[in-house]
């Protein structure tokens, strides 16, 4: 029996406003993610990435369509099958294009703030940010505030918050919008090194063309319209 997908999308479309105000935002997303898997999504600004990103991590639900996790079903056009806002916190972590750590927290007290939420006591809760900044290397900097780091060191503490959970599926928006180049493509090569590592299925939002090579299938977005441009075999 094969493994349920990370993530599939059915015909996901939005439409906001209607009669003559009617944008359709999106239209027909269709789109599978096996586990292990990163993709990128390309697209103008104003394409729909946005809308799809945010349908997939159950924050704007589609008009129509179906986005199922893990093999699980969660919603189902506008209606939510789970409790969005716990499963959630359970199954998927973000990046966005600024880190958002908390800045009068240390990166020590930022990365379990999920797992805390989530009831974990607090000392698993620092085990486990240990471990992940040690894996992302960034475990010297733990006693730091998020002002003493730098760009790329603050996305990789965002990156073990996203992580903290052990969630199924990252969603990442434009995560090296505020980097350089060099650093850009040490965040887009560290997606890919968590998603085949952990078995986490990946969707990043991005504009760099200069790393693409990094991913396993690109999808592009235009005019609300979602397609495969490449797809490429895990290695």
Same mark, same amino acid.
């Given at each position: 029996m094969n493994e349920p997908l990370a993530i599939e999308t059915q015909s996901l479309t939005k439409v906001y406003g209607s +009669?003559? %105000?009617e944008v359709v935002a999106m239209q027909d997303a269709s789109m599978q993610v096996r586990r292990g898997e990163v993709v990128a999504l390309l697209g103008p600004s104003g394409s729909g990435k946005s809308t799809f990103l945010t349908a997939v991590g159950l924050i704007n639900p589609p008009t129509s369509g179906r986005v199922i996790i893990g093999g699980e079903l969660v919603l189902d056009g506008p209606a939510a099958q789970v409790n969005l806002r716990s499963f959630r916190r359970k199954h998927i972590g973000f990046v966005f294009q600024k880190s958002n750590l908390i800045p009068f927290l240390t990166v020590i007290e930022n990365v379990p703030v999920a797992l !805390? /939420?989530? &009831?974990n006591s607090s000392r698993q809760a620092r085990? &486990? +940010?240990m471990e992940l900044l040690d894996y992302l290397g960034v475990s010297e900097r733990a006693d730091n505030l998020p002002a003493m780091l730098s760009g790329g060191q603050q996305q990789r503490v965002a990156v073990a918050r996203a992580l903290a959970n052990s969630p199924s599926v990252i969603l990442a928006d434009e995560p090296t919008a505020a980097l350089d180049s =060099? &650093?850009? =493509?040490q965040v887009m090569e560290l997606f890919a090194q968590v998603a085949h590592e952990q078995g986490t299925g990946a969707i990043v939002v991005t $504009?760099? $063309? &200069? %790393? /693409? !090579?990094v991913f396993d299938t690109i999808y592009e977005m235009e005019d609300g319209m979602l397609k495969k441009a490449i797809a490429a075999p895990l290695s």
């Open positions: +009669a003559n %105000t !805390e /939420l989530n &009831r085990k &486990r +940010a =060099r &650093r850009g =493509r $504009h760099d $063309h &200069r %790393t /693409l !090579e």
